[in-house]
């Protein structure tokens, strides 16, 4: 097959995606950030990814990928175009906003009408049939992506199950497409309706978002009760109804994707019975609240915040409950520090950002951190923190 795939967006979703069909298919990359399409074209990933980075150094002389930031140049002869453009959640609105993506769909009906448009990003239920209606075309496809950050080409080569949200010609054949390029035998591929497929990554991710609330509230209720958190967990996950995995109590989920996509649900739900889907989201706050008061009863004077990330590794903090705990913290009127080598700088009101990792572990009275690494362990003694298992997985 001779197809050119461009992706549009260039994070997580958009690089995984580029290095798995590089390989076998001619791929074009675009984003309108220069330095990521800049060092993309210098073998440097805009994403931290061990695996991912690995792959794109070592394939290199394999892969057939390019990146740009003029999108008619990307677009231009594509068989598909995949949209991995972010779709924030919007408060107000209680939906993803999808402007980018309209914008991005706008031009390339009017510049290539021969190409079928994959929407990668997540998107409220009913957003894409709502495109095709507007743009008169069955040609735009809903297909969600199951990704960690940190992992995400290695998810993709490895996917639990394909979702294409069309039954049409142009589906199978980027159903086919995605077949070709996995390095694994019989995933299941899963033809449904656009609203169905839209579906399925909501409520995916809100499972896996009332899966933390529920390991997160067993470890309160241990806590309050002197009971062992991990003897109850190792207990309960032995059943392989339950399994052993996405167990690690936290200070609340958080990163990018559960959130907002939970969120969204809830709102979508409406009128309709919802008692349960509510709770993750009051489960999830109350969390933090109670621990802020457990925090604040030793009267720390200064207390030390140890990394925003939500997960070891990724580098990346985006929507991490970390922020809600200094939040809750700061109207406490208390001193905070955050010491954390991945960012510059920090806008965060009532914390104060600090470089020195001895001045950090020194002048706070408390060190609260969401993982527990080597570096932080040796200060035990001021340590607070509901890592059991030093795992996300």
Do not use: W
């Amino acid at each position: 097959m001779n197809n050119k795939i461009s992706i549009i967006g260039m994070g997580y979703v958009g690089c995984a995606n580029g290095l798995m069909f590089s390989k076998k298919f001619n791929v074009s990359m675009m984003d309108i950030d220069q330095k990521k399409v800049r060092d993309f074209n210098n073998n440097k990933l805009p994403i931290h990814d061990t695996f991912a980075q690995q792959y794109f150094e070592n394939e290199n002389d394999n892969l057939n990928i390019h990146a740009t930031t003029d999108l008619l140049e990307s677009i231009n002869e594509s068989s598909f175009v995949l949209l991995c453009l972010p779709t924030n959640f919007d408060k107000s609105s209680n939906q993803f906003d999808t402007t980018a993506i309209e914008k991005t769909v706008n031009t390339i009906i009017s510049e290539n009408q021969d190409t079928t448009i994959i929407i990668k990003s997540t998107v409220n239920i009913g957003y894409t049939a709502s495109l095709q209606k507007k743009f008169s075309t069955s040609r735009i496809i809903f297909s969600p992506e199951f990704l960690r950050e940190g992992h995400a080409l290695e998810d993709n080569f490895f996917p639990s199950r394909i979702i294409i949200g069309d039954e049409n010609p142009n589906s199978k054949l980027f159903g086919e497409l995605l077949l070709s390029v996995i390095h694994v035998d019989d995933v299941p591929v899963l033809y449904m309706q656009s609203t169905a497929a839209e579906s399925v990554k909501l409520f995916s991710n809100t499972y896996l978002a009332m899966r933390v609330a529920f390991f997160n509230e067993l470890d309160s209720f241990c806590f309050d009760n002197n009971i062992d958190t991990k003897n109850v967990i190792d207990g309960v996950s032995a059943d392989k109804r339950i399994g052993n995995f996405y167990n690690n109590p936290s200070f609340g989920f958080g990163g990018y994707c559960l959130p907002k996509d939970s969120k969204q649900l809830l709102h979508r739900f409406g009128d309709t019975h919802h008692n349960l889907i509510k709770a993750i989201q009051d489960s999830n706050l109350a969390r933090i609240n109670s621990f802020t008061d457990i925090i604040m009863s030793s009267s720390p004077n200064i207390i030390g915040i140890y990394k925003l990330e939500m997960k070891e590794g990724i580098n990346n903090s985006r929507g991490s409950s970390m922020y809600k705990i200094i939040e809750s913290l700061s109207s406490k009127k208390v001193k905070i520090l955050v010491y954390d080598p991945t960012i510059q700088e920090l806008d965060i009101v009532g914390a104060n950002l600090i470089q020195s990792f001895n001045d950090f572990a020194s002048q706070s009275d408390i060190i609260i951190t969401n993982r527990l690494d080597e570096k932080i362990k040796v200060f035990s003694n001021k340590i607070f923190t509901r890592d059991v298992f030093s795992s996300d997985e």
